[in-house]
């Protein structure tokens, strides 16, 4: 099957941005959120990231454009029924993907394959509950989306080989690099990157070091792009704290128990940069 009009759910940092990436290489994509609102704003911040690589002369301007007109708003999930291939990207919670997928099945013909942005949630139970477990995946992409070059495959235990194909055939297409991981709690990139955030976050609530410390440590002394602590802002620390909690369930290992303060600043509402304020202030 040719793969020429995509689904995407969510139109948040990591759904905007496998909007973006799949309308560069030429897919048509219906961009699917709860309120005309939200899926406006998604559209919206495709469009500046757009203008901005034009400004910068990374990008001309004709691309750009056709690549802002092949993204279509696409409010209610049945509005994705006549697309081949469904990335949900929606909040990081196992009831909420369960209750997209399963009302997507009753919309979408069967060989649509659906696939889960999930960093961390199990894709064989996914699968297994929402009607077509062989034409389910995991396809994770890595934030910021248009940027970063990894997406990872994750096969639940009944995914077919068909399945498998198509996907990383799309996601290769879409620019980016796979690689493979077998269906356990965390995948491999979450597995290994959570628990040193959580660990950083450990160090600040234990008075270790400061946030500026703590991260330029990890910048400087391990060559990495941001420290720990800004990189849990730019993915939403109430994302890591989910991540955590389905490491800690899934595994039943106390050695990935959240930090509190971790928890805590999720209570707060303190959420990272789309919130304004994380372990930094972005407010201005
Ligand atoms: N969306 C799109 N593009 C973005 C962006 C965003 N949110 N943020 C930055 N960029 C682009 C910039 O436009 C710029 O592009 P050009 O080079 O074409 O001009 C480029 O990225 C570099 O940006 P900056 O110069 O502003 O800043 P930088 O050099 O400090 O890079 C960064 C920013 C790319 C975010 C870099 O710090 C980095 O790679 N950080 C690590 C990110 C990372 O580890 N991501 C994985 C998180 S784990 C994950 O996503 C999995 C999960 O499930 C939680």
Redesign the pocket.
């Known amino acids: 099957m040719e793969i020429t009009r995509i689904g995407v759910v969510g139109a948040g940092?990591m759904g905007a941005?496998i909007a973006q990436v799949a309308a560069a290489c030429g897919l048509e994509v219906m961009l699917n959120d709860v309120s005309e609102e939200l899926i406006q704003r998604g559209i919206a911040g495709i469009g500046k990231?757009l203008d901005?690589?034009v400004s910068?002369g990374?990008l001309d301007e004709a691309t750009a454009e056709s690549t802002k007109v092949r993204i279509f708003p696409a409010l209610g999930l049945e509005s994705l029924a006549k697309t081949q291939f469904i990335i949900e990207a929606a909040t990081e919670r196992e009831a909420i993907k369960i209750d997209i997928f399963s009302k997507l099945n009753a919309v979408a013909p069967p060989e649509v394959i659906f696939a889960s942005n999930t960093?961390s949630i199990s894709i064989t139970r996914m699968g297994a509950v929402t009607g077509r477990p062989e034409r389910f995946i995991g396809m994770?992409?890595?934030?910021?989306?248009?940027?970063?070059k990894l997406v990872e495959i994750i096969s639940g235990l009944a995914t077919s080989t068909d399945t498998i194909d198509a996907t990383v055939a799309l996601a290769e297409r879409m620019g980016k690099t796979c690689t493979r991981s077998r269906d356990f709690p965390g995948f491999i990139?979450?597995r290994i990157?959570m628990p040193m955030i959580n660990e950083a976050v450990f160090a600040l609530h234990e008075g270790v070091g400061s946030p500026e410390d703590i991260d330029n440590g990890m910048k400087l002394g391990t060559n990495?792009?941001?420290g720990p602590l800004a990189?849990a802002d730019?993915?939403g620390l109430d994302?890591?704290l989910a991540?955590m909690e389905v490491l800690y369930k899934g595994f039943a290992d106390s050695k990935y128990r959240p930090c509190p303060l971790l928890r805590q600043y999720v209570d707060a509402g303190w959420l990272g940069r789309k919130s304004g304020r994380g372990f930094y202030d972005y407010r201005d």
Request: charged residues 15%; proline residues 10%.
């Open positions: 940092q941005g990231r901005k690589a910068k990374k960093s994770h992409f890595m934030n910021p989306v248009p940027v970063m990139v979450n990157l990495q792009p941001m990189l730019l993915i994302t890591c991540i």
